[in-house]
């Protein structure tokens, strides 16, 4: 199965704007997954918008979302999503069990002007699961998803699909004092194609925010390494961090054609597309 993974939000924690964000993005966490059924949406950040802009209007629209957390730069923009504002148009979303529905619970007023449930003419779902696998069939999709290190509850997930696999861990905790790297968090990661993860820091910023719930560049590498990963996207990009910064990042860490398991590092960029035959 051939799978397009496009990047249509990095960015971590808030929207950026402006000419010194416009090579790597402004927009947080959206990535889709492309493969021989329906699309996969890894989160629903403000880069959902660019999504929906490439969407064909007159088409009926249908997706599985899987939800890292419900932090707001990864639901943001779920409320703007116009596709599902369409009869037959449906949005399926997978992500982790509080056994109420916070989407629900906030995209209604006086937080929002209307609910995407109630007031928009497409089918919007939640499914909340603890940690485990299941199927998304229309994409021919096994999921396996599990609570990682973070500031509030957040899954990881990982994505197989055919023979390729994709792990995604937007916002990931590095371990510090006496912790030891997660466990769940290697396993989800074990030796997939593609691994999306947690970049937020440098080390002399993760001195001072080091339970902010992120990672920084150097532990993601390690991190991709001790899983075997082949491909490393530096995910959740810091609103400090500007263009000139990710592109010193990216020349101080990125590399292709690496030795060992870890074939690839590079600087995730709003709108870079990877694919897989
Ligand atoms: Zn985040
Ligand atoms: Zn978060």
Redesign the pocket.
Known sequence: MAIKVKFYGTRGSTPKAGDDFATFGGDTSTVVLFGAGVPVILDLGTGLSNFAQELDPLSSFGAYVLLS?F?F??IQGLGFFVPLDQPGAWLEVHGPNLEFDPLRALFTPPYFPVSPYDDFAGELRFVGHEPGSFWLEGSFARITCGVIA???L?FGFRIEMGSHSIAYLP?HQQPYGAQGVDKVALALADDVDLLIHDAQYSQDEFESKSTW?HSTFEFAIDFARSANVKRLAMFHHDPSHNDEYLREVQERYGFVNGSGSLKEVFVAKQGKVVEFD
């Open positions: 957390h932090h730069d990864h973070h500031s509030n957040a916002d719930g």
